[in-house]
């Protein structure tokens, strides 16, 4: 703004100083007519101390679930660990109200020590002993103290007069209770925000005169050094913690103060939020390479290296640092800085303590905020991160609270990515995108790298990082994507890329999305369902496209964060050459050669097992396709116990591997996407599933093998009591006595029962799924007392004239007045865990016409295949081959009767065609094109003046014709000299051995 107008402001509550301007409307010609806005800056991230033994950032309550005041849901709870209860060494009270306790007033008085009371020792590495003061001299990091029998200490914060001010900013341990600088203001008094509310709470500290005379404790811990020995001793899982994890270090999550001292070089994870599952990458961080430690299923720390370490430790996780925060904010004219006096700066600025809140209004002001005193050992380094921020209306009515409150959330925005260690939403990885140039048509494929992207920002803040949800995608004759960067926020200003096509999940998250981007809202989609691939119809032979398609996530909506899209890449050179990143292509539909036969598609078939549904391949890309190859698509299931219901069996997955001449490589594997398309594509093609997911009989699979006549009768299958999941053979023998049936009791109709006896038959019965004979039990129509239900009959009563009675045993059937007459063969298997269960009954339904039957009973040779329609199971197999047919090819025949076929476009040329792309590099030179399309390859090209003079020859191969298939060549209009061409009628000849020869003519006109 105007020099005497600034007004800075620092609020200390949230350690931000402001940069405002009392007279916003009087703005200088840069805000373009709109009132000056406000400047702000946050400490995201001051030094530390992790040595001092106190809570100085005050966080270490937000680690206790116990504190339902402060408690932070989404932190781990690390006061449990140290509980007995759980592996510590513990009670909750000693822990809470001994060991790590709060600060009281009393702390900071001063004390008397006398002989026998105890004193803390600090040594050189920060170890901390505790002994009984004996009168004599001590040590207490590296300072030799004799300070007789008794002396009183005290360890304050003191006026600046004072001579003693300095103790308390020192570095020492002044009282000797093994705490370094504690003071009133920041340890007594410390004010922090807690859910939006400002708190005001003394921070806990290590109570190291809790401990007994002759203990030590390393840096940071809060059980002993003996008791950790002695633990170890006689624990063996906690040797092996320490030993083993922990690389021989005491220092871990039963014996760690709770994120007191925690720091960023000590080699431990202080907050416990390393997850194997996401960071166990390696010391260089990156999941891609191998690095030291990666799988190791131990955080890896960067620290003492050049190399970053694992996420969530040390160099990677900000929280590991015991922030000492804002120290000191001073308001003061501006140029009264003396940057060049060392003193005027240590004392004015830097001292700790002073806090101006708000500047003078009229006078020209700056502000100083500052940080420390903190520790900084040889070769050590301390992080600091500061945010730096501006918010200004973009209407001329927009009010300073309007400012202050944008800014506000711009700040806090950067301290939710600072806390997610610098990382904010990310857009998923771009997709691998393919096109294949057709005639009339563009395929588009794409890998799917996007599906699995991981968002550790989303994650910390909501728990979920596989926030992916969809594609989208993009059509431009522009390589620069300008033509449809056409969608405007509120303010006219372009903000997303108009697309073409957007698959989403179906999973209900569809439509706007609710978080808008200055007004304008993200299109989700439609609950489409992801597909992969996508033909674009809607194209001209010729003209160049350039294509996009991008991954996009769902944002999240309780941050305020809308959906992120991975960007359209890229970039151009110096010489005006353009290059793409992995999901942006450039491609030409074109015609076909001459002669050339499309792909038939390859047709999986079952060469195991008997499921309902079946596997379809699509051929995606014909020029990726491998000859001759096999393929495989197996499958894994469940069995649903249904209860009182029948059984269900689910499919769980598919597999597809290419097994070629014995391999075993695996394509797709374990894909829960068993019903329907949509699956990635692989090798040139993608497949997809009709999956049956009900019981039935598989008519078309099942019935007798006799064929003559008359034939056997027919069938009637039916479940019994419990549906399994199986096929069956029944195979008639030479006589009876081939098979046996079994004893059983059989429910004949609601609520009566027959005991069917055991006996001799002419059949067997065979679990075709098991590969096993089972038993069975058998009602004989021609055996005496044999119950007949209400819709039976007595085969002896109204007979057909050409019946003969059959001998027991026979399975057989009769028809007649009475109606449908058959024995009834029952299943005996185990089902649902339970043995000797009836399951499926077999009947035979005779036929007969004019009271003479058309059909016989069963005989020897005879064998009935009944297949049960299923979900895929682990039981089935398709395979399916590149076969010839499966594969692009030119016919000679067919390009033959293709020449006449062969075109000149645009005919005649008129200065310029509709195909030409624009000249790179900002070249004025036009990039003339004639194409001839149509045209067999390999071929000879020649073109004539009217008169017969030769322009130029032309050998067309399959280099220099237009897509893979391309029978399209792009002319120039260059001479054999390379020279342009001038306006007329010209010839055009095109010989091509073993097919024919094509004359025609165009003209150009310039």
């Known amino acids: ?70 408690y932070d849901p989404d932190n781990v709870d690390l006061f449990s660990l140290l509980l007995e209860a759980n592996g510590g060494f513990y009670s909750s009270t000693t822990l809470r109200d001994t060991v790590v306790r709060e600060f009281e007033a009393a702390d900071f008085d001063s004390r008397t020590i006398n002989v026998g009371d105890k004193i803390v020792l600090i040594d050189v590495d920060g170890t901390r002993v505790v002994r009984e003061y004996d009168g004599n001299s001590f040590v207490s990091q590296g300072i030799t103290y004799n300070l007789g029998a008794s002396f009183t200490v005290q360890e304050e914060l003191l006026p600046l007069s004072d001579p003693n001010f300095g103790v308390h900013i020192d570095g020492l341990d002044n009282d000797f209770d093994g705490l370094i600088d504690e003071n009133t203001p920041n340890h007594l008094e410390k004010t922090t925000f807690v859910n939006g509310n400002s708190i005001t709470k003394p921070v806990r500290f290590v109570n190291y005169l809790y401990f007994n005379d002759g203990d030590s404790l390393k840096k940071g811990l809060i059980v002993s050094n003996q008791e950790i020995r002695a633990r170890m001793s006689s624990d063996q899982d906690f040797a092996d913690l320490v030993n083993d994890t922990y690389d021989g270090r005491f220092q871990n999550h039963f014996t760690s103060a709770p994120m007191i001292d925690e720091g960023r070089g000590d080699l431990f994870d202080n907050d416990n939020d390393w997850n194997e599952n996401f960071d166990d990458v390696g010391i260089q961080g990156d999941p891609e390479t191998a690095s030291e430690g990666q799988g ?32 000191r904010a001073i308001i003061f004219s501006a140029g009264a800085l003396q940057v060049s006096l060392d003193s005027d700066i240590w004392f004015n600025y830097l001292i700790p303590g002073e806090f101006d809140v708000i500047g003078n209004p009229g006078t020209d002001q700056d502000i100083y905020v500052s940080s420390g005193l903190f520790p900084l050992a040889v070769g050590e380094s301390q992080s600091f991160a500061v945010a730096i921020s501006a918010a200004a209306s973009t209407s001329p009515t927009g009010s300073a609270l309007q400012d202050r409150n944008q800014l506000n959330d711009n700040l806090d925005q950067a301290r939710v990515a600072y806390e997610a260690d610098y990382q904010f939403a990310v857009a998923p990885d771009p997709p691998i995108l393919t096109a294949v140039p057709g005639d009339g048509k563009v395929t588009l494929y794409w890998q799917t790298n996007s599906e699995s992207s991981f968002d550790r920002y989303l994650n910390n803040i909501s728990g979920n990082g596989f926030d992916f949800e969809g594609y989208k995608i993009y059509r431009s004759t522009d ?40 007004g304008v809202k993200f299109d989700l989609g439609n609950d489409s369902g992801l597909q992969r691939s996508f033909v674009d119809t809607d194209v001209v032979n010729g003209k160049t496209y350039y294509y996009a398609v991008t991954g996009f996530d769902f944002g999240y909506v309780p941050a305020g964060i809308s959906p992120s899209e991975s960007p359209i890449q890229i970039s151009q050179g110096p010489d005006g050459s353009i290059t793409f990143g992995v999901n942006v292509v450039e491609v030409r539909p074109t015609r076909s050669q001459a002669g050339y036969i499309a792909p038939d598609q390859p047709q999986a078939t079952i060469v195991q097992g008997s499921p309902g549904g079946s596997v379809i391949v699509d051929i995606i890309d014909p020029f990726e396709l491998k000859a001759d190859n096999l393929y495989e698509v197996t499958f894994e299931d469940t069995l649903i116990d249904g209860g009182t219901d029948p059984d269900t069996l689910r499919t769980e997955n598919f597999t597809l591997r290419n097994i070629t001449d014995g391999a075993n490589d695996t394509l797709i594997a374990r894909s829960p996407n068993v019903n329907g398309g949509n699956n990635p594509i692989t090798e040139g093609f993608s497949i997809s599933m009709n999956n049956v997911e009900t019981f039935g009989v598989n008519a078309s699979r099942s019935g007798w093998n006799e064929t003559g006549d008359p034939k056997p009768h027919q069938y009637f299958f039916a479940t019994q009591s419990v549906s399994k999941v199986s096929d069956y053979e029944l195979v008639i023998g030479s006589s009876v006595g081939y098979g046996q049936s079994t004893e059983r009791e059989i429910e004949v109709a609601p609520g009566s029962f ?3 006896s055991s006996q001799s038959t002419n059949f067997k019965i065979f679990n075709i799924y098991t590969e096993e004979e089972v038993e069975y039990a058998y009602l004989d129509l021609n055996r005496d007392n044999t119950p007949f239900s209400p819709g039976r009959c007595d085969p002896s009563v109204n007979a057909p004239n050409n019946y003969v009675s059959p001998d027991p045993g026979i399975f057989s059937a009769v028809a007649g007045l009475n109606g449908q007459c058959s024995d009834i063969v029952y299943v005996i298997e185990e089902a649902r865990d339970f043995q000797d269960t009836l399951t499926y009954r077999f009947e035979l339904r005779a036929q007969i016409a004019n009271n003479n039957l058309t059909t016989r009973n069963p005989q020897a040779g005879d064998t009935l295949r009944v297949f049960t329609t299923k979900p895929f199971s682990r039981n089935d197999r398709f395979q399916f081959r590149m076969d010839p047919e499966n594969l692009p090819s030119v016919d000679s025949d067919s390009a033959k009767n293709a020449l006449d076929e062969i075109l000149v476009i645009p005919n005649p040329y008129k200065v310029s065609s509709i195909y030409e792309q624009e000249a790179a590099g900002g070249s004025r030179q036009q990039n003339r094109e004639i194409h001839f399309t149509g045209l067999p390859v390999p071929s000879t090209l020649r073109i004539f003046t009217s008169s017969g003079v030769l322009v130029r020859e032309i050998e067309v191969t399959s280099s220099n014709t237009q897509g893979e298939n391309g029978g399209t060549y792009i002319w120039d209009l260059l001479t054999k000299d390379n020279l342009e061409i001038s306006y007329g009628i010209y010839i055009y000849h095109v010989e091509a051995r073993g097919v024919g020869n094509k004359t025609g003519k165009f003209a150009v006109i310039k």
């Open 296 to 327: 190791d299923g131990k955080a890896t720390s960067g620290a003492g290296t050049t190399f970053p370490g694992e996420p969530n430790i040390d160099k990677t996780d900000v929280s590991e640092t015991d922030l000492i925060g804002v120290s």
């Open 754 to 756: 027959f005991t069917a």
């Open 1 to 70: 703004g105007g020099g005497p107008t600034d007004q800075p402001v620092f609020d200390n509550l949230r350690a931000i100083a402001y940069l405002t301007d009392t007279d916003r409307n009087n703005a200088p010609s840069s805000f373009d007519g709109l009132p000056i806005g406000e400047m702000g800056l946050s400490f995201l991230e001051t030094p530390g101390n992790a040595g001092d033994g106190i809570d100085n950032d005050g966080d270490s309550d937000t680690y206790d679930s116990e504190n339902a005041d402060f």
């Open 479 to 518: 390589p620069s994507f300008e033509d449809i960067f056409n969608v405007t926020d509120a303010f006219g200003n372009a903000t997303y890329y108009s697309d073409i096509a957007i698959f989403d999940k179906d999973n209900g998250i569809q439509g706007l999305h609710p978080v808008d981007v200055n």
